[in-house]
């Protein structure tokens, strides 16, 4: 999710990644950056709904780049093939009406809705679907694809059925995931994007057949996008969308530090504010009834469906990370309850596997458990046995026929100080030992060009997955070595990718994770990251006299930018 780098957007990559990019500036920066915005936001107006965009993203278009933040745009101005529903996560329909997956468990057929069309009126036929996957299958046309290629899978043709007004997908092999993915995918019009370098042409572009467009004339580059419903849009009329959507406008403003996005909205230039890891410690300020505006709604809701893990990614690429024992000596000094208490305000729960759905809490307990004196056990073993004059432990090895040191050190790149809090504690435990953890603070831009290249030992990271897990992107060997892959530690494990190639091809949800359960296993064993925590509920405060949200705010599969936004289904509130 680099595709994480890379983030996947959204609604439509199965896996998505999330780097916080905040940032903790003093008053005077705040206060100057909060009058900076003020001053530049566009004017409120009747049904507008004015959300925050961190970081900007230095491309609109959702097949070629990596933001947290682009499944929002995504759902908001792409039409989808399919949607998933929020409270069952089964497929609604969308651009397409009906569909059926064939018995051979690699064709499928979808119906086009003749209501379905574009900004500019034109209806959206078979050759549009065909031509978005034609391109995304394209490893020319779409150089950028490759993470959601990978997902996806080959396709061996796409036949289009003009009379039938239909189109048939042939893939070249059985995956359960396959209608789930070819249906969630952003449809591109083909008059629109048949020209030009598609790598670079259109990266400012929002065009497509979803509820709104883009509005460029009042929309300012680097600060604010301007949404426009538009009028009786077809979508409205499908019986899933009924009660979605009803903003006329929607404001997305580029605020990426927490605490100036934070005062902008207590100064009401936000409808409502979403607490994430980052700025959880502003929830627990606002909730001091002292300190609320009592037109200011605090909304506490437990996940229903967890579907966001963090961790360190470590690149075992690298010689020292490349050893076993060395990770879990990492794993085991960081001391996540403590963190949580102390430094996370209890809103998270530790994390044991990178498969929230299949991970139960007794999965390898002991390879996740605070032990300072089991991880130094680990490194004598390792041969960690001296420390130089700071107190850091080293080994000799032999290299190029002559004895060097190899010391006990890991730097860890990260793109947010909204970890500098946790981190201060990790480095500290980990410092008792002997391990010299060294913090990289770097902008995000720098990170994704760093994680891609493999330029790095450890690297902060959230992951956030379908109720499906889908292993093969994270983990399987194929995707070790490739640039900019979403493998971030170069995990190979031959059962693993045996095991993924079985899950493929079952169509049995529950023989399926019983499979999962054996990868996650094999995965926790061989501690590829330093897995952290995972949010336990949704955080977020909205003005009351602005926006109303319906009788049950936050969806068993929403409230959270990876999946559908919760909003879509408020409503103004004057």
């Known amino acids: 999710m680099l595709r994480n780098i890379m983030i996947s957007f959204a609604l439509i990559s199965t896996m998505i990644i999330w780097i916080y990019t905040t940032n903790s500036p003093s008053e005077s920066i705040v206060r100057n950056s909060v009058q900076a915005l003020d001053s530049s936001s566009p004017n409120i107006e009747a049904g507008a709904l004015r959300v925050r965009l961190h970081p900007w993203p230095q491309s609109f278009n959702p097949l070629t780049s990596q933001h947290r933040d682009l499944g929002l745009l995504s759902s908001l101005v792409h039409g989808q093939l399919l949607y998933h529903s929020q409270l069952d996560w089964t497929l609604q329909p969308g651009i397409a009406e009906k569909w059926e997956a064939k018995d051979d468990g690699k064709t499928y057929r979808f119906e086009l809705d003749k209501r379905a069309n574009f900004p500019d009126g034109s209806r959206v036929t078979p050759e549009d679907i ?112 009924t009660g979605r959507h009803n903003f006329e406008t929607v404001i997305l403003k580029n605020i990426p530090n927490d605490a100036v996005a934070f005062r902008m909205f207590k100064k009401k230039a936000l409808d409502l504010f979403y607490f994430d890891q980052a700025s959880h410690q502003l929830w627990d300020r606002e909730s001091n009834p002292s300190r609320r505006d009592p037109n200011i709604t605090l909304v506490e809701s437990d996940f229903e ?89 080293f080994r000799e090895i032999d290299h190029a026929e002559t004895k060097v040191k190899q010391y006990a050190r890991v730097r860890i790149l990260y793109a947010s100080k909204g970890h500098d809090a946790w981190l201060e504690t990790y480095k500290k435990d980990a410092g008792k030992l002997g391990i010299d953890i060294q913090n990289e603070l770097v902008d995000w831009e720098t990170a994704r060009k760093r994680v891609g290249e493999f330029n790095f030992d450890a690297f902060i990271v959230g992951w956030g997955s379908s109720p499906t897990p889908e292993p093969s992107v994270l983990w399987h060997s194929s995707t070790a070595k490739h640039r900019n892959t979403s493998n971030l530690s170069g995990f190979s494990d031959p059962e693993v990718d045996r095991l993924i190639d079985l899950t493929r091809i079952l169509s049995d949800k529950e023989e399926r994770m019983r499979r999962f359960a054996e990868i996650e296993k094999r995965i926790v064993d061989a501690q590829p990251y330093v897995f952290r925590w995972s949010k336990k509920s949704h955080l977020v405060a909205y003005w009351k006299d602005r926006i109303r949200p319906m009788d049950k705010p936050l969806h068993q599969y929403s409230g959270n930018i990876q999946h559908e936004p919760f909003f879509l289904h408020w409503h103004p509130a004057f």
């Open 130 to 241: 065909k031509f978005t996957l034609t391109l995304l299958s394209d490893v020319k046309a779409c150089r950028k694809c490759e993470i959601l290629r990978a997902e996806l899978g080959p396709i061996e043709n796409v036949t289009t059925l003009p009379d039938e007004n239909a189109v048939e997908v042939r893939m070249r092999n059985v995956h359960f995931s396959h209608l789930e993915k070819l249906g969630t995918l952003p449809i591109y019009q083909k008059k629109k994007f048949s020209s030009g370098d598609f790598n670079q042409d259109y990266e400012k572009t929002l065009w497509g057949a979803g509820p709104y467009e883009y509005d460029e004339k009042n929309s300012e580059p680097g600060s604010a996008i301007v949404l426009r419903r538009k009028i009786d849009h077809w979508i409205k009329k499908t019986a899933y969308f």
């Open 305 to 393: 469906r967890p579907r966001f893990w963090s961790g360190i990614a470590l690149n075992m690429r690298r010689p020292l990370l490349n050893q076993l024992l060395f990770r879990r000596a990492l794993q085991l000094s960081l001391n996540r309850d403590l963190i949580i208490r102390q430094t996370l305000g209890n809103h998270f729960k530790p994390v044991h596997g990178p498969f929230l759905s299949a991970s139960k809490d007794d999965l390898s307990p002991k390879s996740m458990t605070f032990n300072l004196d089991e991880a130094s056990k680990l490194l004598r073993q390792l041969g960690f046995t001296k420390k130089d004059s700071s107190g850091v432990l």
